[in-house]
């Protein structure tokens, strides 16, 4: 399987809507501090991104304020994006990212992720969406984002990848079968 890094762009400058310039900082990003918001009802993003290819994912640890399940698309291997919807409230919708391992594979859990905004922002325009910009840390609306200077963030793949489907069919297999040995033995 050709596993390869994953670089992730996150603005380092941006513009508030009042005038302010300010630094994202890289403590920061852990938790990704932008945010894509619109002014649709969540289930009309859902449905565009369901269009765009996403699909719903159970697999997941729901986040507070978090509007149903989540979407995930694959990316290469082993890489997926991960969208979460939330209602923010006042009546827009917010969409958030991150690229991580994928779900299908136990490195799932604890492999590396990065919160992304240039890809979900492409993404809803792709779904004739109109994002706009919100900063988590101020809780204002972004007029702009600064290029060059970005943050460059590379995801490396973990060395081995375990996918576990087949560990699961081949345990409940087992099982069957002990418990049928026990019986006869019985």
Not at 45 to 51: G, K, N, P, Q, T
Not at 71 to 85: Q, Y
Not at 138 to 163: H, Q
Request: with cysteine; net charge positive.
């Amino acid at each position: 399987m050709g596993k390869r890094a994953f670089i992730v762009r996150y603005p380092r400058f941006i513009k508030l809507r009042g005038g302010d310039l300010r630094e994202i900082r890289e403590e920061e990003l852990r938790r990704g501090p932008l945010a894509a918001l619109l002014l649709e009802e969540p289930d009309r993003v859902r449905s565009a991104l369901l269009r765009l290819g996403f699909k719903k994912t159970r697999l997941e640890v729901k986040k507070r304020g978090q509007s149903g399940c989540g979407l995930v698309r694959e990316l290469h291997p082993p890489w997926e994006l991960h969208l979460r919807i939330f209602r923010d409230g006042l009546g827009a919708t917010i969409v958030k990212g991150e690229v991580e391992v994928s779900r299908r594979y136990l490195e799932h859990l604890w492999g590396g992720r990065a919160p992304v905004i240039y890809e979900v922002l492409d993404i809803l325009r792709g779904g004739e969406l109109k994002p706009l910009i919100r900063d988590d840390t101020s809780g204002e609306m972004v007029e702009g984002i600064f290029a060059g200077g970005d943050y460059e963030l590379k995801l490396l793949p973990p060395r081995s990848l375990i996918c576990w489907k087949p560990l699961l069919v081949a345990g409940v297999g087992l099982g069957i079968f002990l418990g049928a040995f026990r019986r006869n033995r019985g």
